[in-house]
């Protein structure tokens, strides 16, 4: 009887382990939300063009829009919505060692009912963004997205959408915008 008791008391000490292995993210906080609505700001400010490719399945267009509505073309970068909180739970920076050409840090979330699957963040000097993009997937009961995001300060953004709906069945587009930033003269 004794060492039935021992034994399960072994058990319980030793092979239930209660601790939290989930790992935090220690890095400085980056609100990427804050960055596009400043973006936005400055890219309306300066007047900033655009050169617009849209592709829908087979059917592409493209268009020169000289004062677009940022919040609209940047729509997708707006709800790129990374809580403090969040940050630090469900994302962790991974290494990308299989990538030497990859100078951004790459970050993965470690919540699976988390839609930001992994995002990447190039700081400028000043810690501001440089270059983002992001991998996206949102599982619904009806469809099924599955959404990538790039953006470059200064050079343009682009989204690429795959969606798999019950209705319609699977179609994707892409936009792909260059940002056309205007003339200074020379007095």
């Known amino acids: 009887m004794k060492f039935t008791f021992f034994i399960v008391l072994s058990i319980l000490a030793f092979g239930c382990n209660t ?28 007047q900033t063009g655009l050169y617009k490719r849209t592709r ?18 940047l729509f997708a ?12 739970t469900d994302f ?3 290494e990308t060692h299989d990538d030497p050409n990859e100078t951004a840090s790459v970050y993965e979330t470690t919540n699976p009912n988390q839609k930001i699957q992994s995002f990447k963040i190039k700081l ?21 997205s599955t959404t990538g995001i790039s953006y470059t300060q200064n050079v343009g953004y682009s989204v690429h959408v795959n969606r798999s709906t019950k209705i319609m069945g699977t179609e994707s587009y ?8 205007p003339k200074t003269q020379n007095n």
């Open 92 to 94: 962790v920076r991974v």
């Open 124 to 144: 400028n000097p000043d810690s501001s963004i440089n270059r983002f993009s992001a991998q996206i997937i949102d599982k619904g009961k009806i469809s099924t």
């Open 19 to 46: 601790s939290s292995e989930r790992s935090t993210n220690q890095d400085a906080f980056v609100d990427v939300q804050q960055f596009f609505q400043s973006e936005i700001t400055l890219l309306t400010k300066n």
């Open 77 to 88: 970068f707006l709800d790129i919505k990374i809580k403090p909180a969040v940050w630090k």
């Open 174 to 181: 892409q936009i792909v915008g260059q940002f056309i930033h």
């Open 56 to 73: 829908m399945d087979s059917t592409s267009n493209s268009d020169t829009l000289n004062k677009p509505e940022w919040s609209k073309e």
